[in-house]
């Protein structure tokens, strides 16, 4: 039964049917081959409403959304500014500083698209105006964004506490240290690149000098409340005051206040169309959410997990072949399947695994949304990749290419991170 279920599942995947599609068809399948199976079509709605009926689903659209108007309301451009002040005149100031806004604007965001749409429209041009070479920047913007997911608050992190069970609170506390580690990886390959490749130097300064022409504490004014953003968001949710979902729900609030009062960057006419680009963004990610938890009490009443845990304990006996093991397969899965629904079809099979092995839930859940949001940036099917070509008018697989070493850089942030637990565990 469970080579059927995953051969249905894998054969839709490969003649191109919707991922939600392949993963009802290898839910219903057992049914059908056969009848005194319990998991009938009936058992599969009723699995797919229970599944979607949390008050923290709210907090995935209401995230989209704050992280929307944040990004149009030209949050990104204050960020890098302020980070650009900081470490503008060093060696690679200027790269480390896109790193630093996407791994803060994901923090309002929750999203690797989103960030990399934000951050890249803004930071590209001002990075090649410098001298940059352009494949360079987008192949930066389009690494440094896969921040976005690992940052919290993150979009998989909800997703992947909701299908498995683990605690959304514990995933967003300990993903704060592994995303500044991968930010600080990213930043010295940068500083690296810039050493061997050189930089404008005068052009460096010229920017730098128009930047803190009024000073620091200008800059850091001008851009205080997006700043606050992040804050107001974690701080809410670390300090008991409210839950993710809540926080979500403040966020959106927070966000029209500074961009349609304090910034005056959108008109009360904007939130409509926000509204619709929330609905139309979540609405068919909802859908994957409920048929995946159906899929996943498939899964469970065939004892797939069970048998899968048999399998791989007798193939690795050890729990560093097993993470090494799942960190190459999730990797080359990262390349053909988006992050999010990689999450949610993979998590519920592979946790029970993991914790067969004595693994810490929370780490693992971690380790997966790291390995998958690589591939963001990984051809052929990056996401980021996609978003940012188009903006520094290059091929694709160039984009790729170019992103090599950085992958690179994100893949050592990621062994670190999966094979020593405290770097993940020691806030929670």
Known sequence: MTIAIFGVFFVALIIALP??????????????????????????????????????????????????????????????????????????????????????????????????????????PILTNLGYDKVFSGALVATAAGLGVIIPPSIPYITVGLVTGVSVGALFTAGIIPGILIAVCLMVYCIIYCKRNGEDKEKVAENYERIMQHGFFHVLRDSFW??????????????????????????????????????????????IGFLRGAVRTYAPLCILLAMARAFSKVLTVAKVPQSLGEFISTAFSQQWLFLLCVIVILLLLGMVLDVGPANIILAPILLPVAEAFGMNPVHFCIILVVCLSVGFVTPPFGMNLFVVAPMIDTPVMSVGKKAAPFILAFIVALLLIAYIPPLTLLLI
Not at 70 to 92: C, D, E, P, Q, Y
Not at 238 to 262: D, K, Q
């Open 19 to 124: 991922i939600g599609v392949a993963v009802c068809l290898a839910s219903i399948l057992p049914n059908l081959l056969d009848p005194s199976f319990t998991t009938d079509v009936q058992f599969v709605l009723r699995s797919m409403i229970s599944g979607i009926d949390s008050s923290s689903m709210l907090a995935i659209p209401l995230f989209m959304l704050s992280g929307d108007i944040m990004s149009k309301g030209g949050i990104s451009k204050k960020l890098f500014n302020t980070f650009a002040a900081i470490v503008g005149k060093r060696t690679a100031g200027m790269p480390c500083a896109v790193v630093l806004t996407c791994l803060f604007f994901g923090a309002i965001s929750g999203s690797g698209p989103a960030t990399c749409a934000a951050v890249g429209a803004m930071s590209i």
């Open 226 to 271: 997006a700043l606050l953003t992040p804050v107001i968001i974690l701080g809410g949710i670390y300090s008991g005051i409210v839950t993710p979902t809540e926080a979500a729900c403040v966020s959106v609030f927070y966000a029209l206040f500074v961009c349609l009062f304090l910034y005056r960057s959108m008109k009360l006419v904007d939130i």
